[in-house]
């Protein structure tokens, strides 16, 4: 097989596509700098106030969420932040890498292959620990609550704020 400029420039375009869906599907989690992240901007804008309990993933908008069940999810996401965050930053790395790899003069299929793998399994921790997060919010809802969230179309969340089952 002859690796060519193009070949590796389609690779990476789809490295790159495959690594973006499941990045900006963390994205309400505010690990990697955004709003919600630990220093990060503050919904609402500059001189805004917010409380951090306020900031929930999306698929707990228009649920009727108890004072404690707010508290309990703050303190799952937080707790689980640095890790999903190290996480990230592996994810990151190793694309950095296999992008410099791309461009360097010692190129070879194995290194890519290597690197590729490397992101490929870092990607697949942060999810798994994305989704261990998921599932001990999920077990702090009510049986309604759970039945509103499994009612919902798949990607598909209420605006914040809105009728509980909306």
Known sequence: MKITFSSIRRF???AGMATA???SAAAWQGHVG????????MPG??????MWGDMLPPYLHG?????????????????QAPAIRDKAKAVHKAEDDLRILAAAPDYSAA???ALADSAAKAMAEMTLARTQVDRQVFELLTPEQ?????ERKPGVVPPHGAAPGA
């Open 146 to 150: 759970r039945k509103q969230v499994a």
């Open 45 to 50: 804008g500059p001189g805004k106030q917010v």
């Open 21 to 23: 869906v499941p990045l």
């Open 12 to 14: 990476l375009l789809a």
């Open 34 to 41: 955004g709003p919600g992240a630990c220093g990060g901007g």
């Open 63 to 79: 649920l009727n969420l108890s004072e404690a069940q707010r508290d309990k999810v703050f303190a799952i996401m937080h707790a």
């Open 111 to 113: 290194k890519a292959r």
